[in-house]
């Protein structure tokens, strides 16, 4: 007879997103021998070792991250019978998010926030490098992540997705545009072509050790582009479209209130398209924020 508790559960899952039992044992409240033997007790009890030991941390399994969706889909539900029956509206909501940097996505988190609120919560919102946002998943960091796939990257990103048990789901597909301040001498025309691009700075966002031209963001082919610059976070990378008169390649959905009125689209003759979608876990059940969060998306694009 199995006799896990949700206690367990929680610790398990604590573990799993701060990958570290130390850190994992401040937030639970116990003390970092005590969390170590509970979760042996559990894995002992379950018959499967839900993390892998390493020198720089602990690292959830295969089985561990099937036995993590479940354990959540549990906590969740937990959360909701104390909401409704017990009067505990002080319970802390999660939810996490890691994705390209799009606008969408952020307009779309700061509704979840305002329809859920309470008087405690932990979201996170990551705009990452594409790599970080398969890992995040995959590791179960993030319910979401959000990315996009073109000619050539579909192939390469569809394989990883696989390999890590994920899944794709389009939001929408858009020609390429591209970002570039209105004071650029190219916002005067009506569509922009590579030539024109020739002369301005070219603005990317930097992928670490996975910085090819599968994981980028921008999906301009394997052109040389003589001034090139790559910035970490959106607010550089605006203020260097604005500063230098430089240019970067995106889906063109663009928002002003977030992102100033001083950048503009302008669609770019380019024989491709971007597909834009949301990647989960196969083996887990979204919650209520998830779902929640994929519906104000909606609201946000084309």
Same mark, same amino acid.
Do not use: W
């Given at each position: ?41 559990? !894995?002992?009890?379950?018959? *499967? +070792? ?5 020198? /720089?941390?602990?690292? &959830?399994?295969? #089985?561990?991250? @099937? ?107 858009? !020609?390429?545009?591209?970002? *570039? +301040? ?5 916002? /005067?025309?009506?569509? &922009?072509?590579? #030539?024109?691009? @020739? ?104």
């Amino acid at each position: 007879m199995i006799y896990m508790t949700i206690q367990q559960l929680k610790y398990v899952v604590a573990v799993a997103e701060y990958g570290n039992v130390t850190a994992a044992s401040q937030k639970v409240y116990i003390s970092q021998p005590s969390l170590t033997v509970a979760i042996h007790e559990l !894995e002992k009890e379950i018959g *499967i +070792s839900i993390f892998s030991r390493t020198n /720089k941390g602990v690292v &959830v399994t295969n #089985e561990g991250r @099937e036995f993590l969706g479940y354990a959540r889909q549990v906590l969740e539900q937990t959360s909701l019978l104390e909401e409704k029956y017990l009067g505990n509206k002080t319970k802390q909501k999660r939810f996490s998010v890691t994705c390209q940097h799009y606008s969408f996505a952020v307009n779309a988190f700061v509704d979840v926030i305002k329809k859920y609120g309470g008087s405690e919560y932990d979201y996170t919102l990551r705009e990452s490098q594409t790599s970080q946002i398969i890992d995040d998943v995959a590791k179960l960091n993030s319910e979401i992540g959000i990315l996009y796939l073109n000619k050539k990257n579909t192939e390469i990103i569809l394989k990883l997705l696989k390999k890590n048990d994920l899944v794709f789901k389009e939001l929408f597909t858009a !020609e390429p545009h591209v970002f *570039i +301040s209105k004071n650029n001498p190219l916002a /005067k025309k009506k569509t &922009v072509c590579l #030539e024109d691009l @020739e002369a301005y700075p070219y603005l990317t966002y930097e992928q670490g050790e996975y910085n090819s031209f599968y994981f980028g963001e921008e999906p301009l082919p394997a052109i040389d582009h003589k001034l090139n610059i790559k910035v970490t976070d959106r607010a550089t990378l605006f203020n260097l479209l604005i500063g230098l008169n430089g240019y970067t390649v995106c889906s063109g959905v663009i928002d002003s209130k977030l992102n100033g009125s001083s950048i503009i689209s302008r669609p770019l003759e380019l024989d491709d398209y971007m597909k834009v979608g949301v990647v989960t876990h196969k083996n887990v059940v979204l919650s209520q924020y998830a779902l929640s969060y994929l519906e104000a998306i909606k609201t946000y694009i084309p």
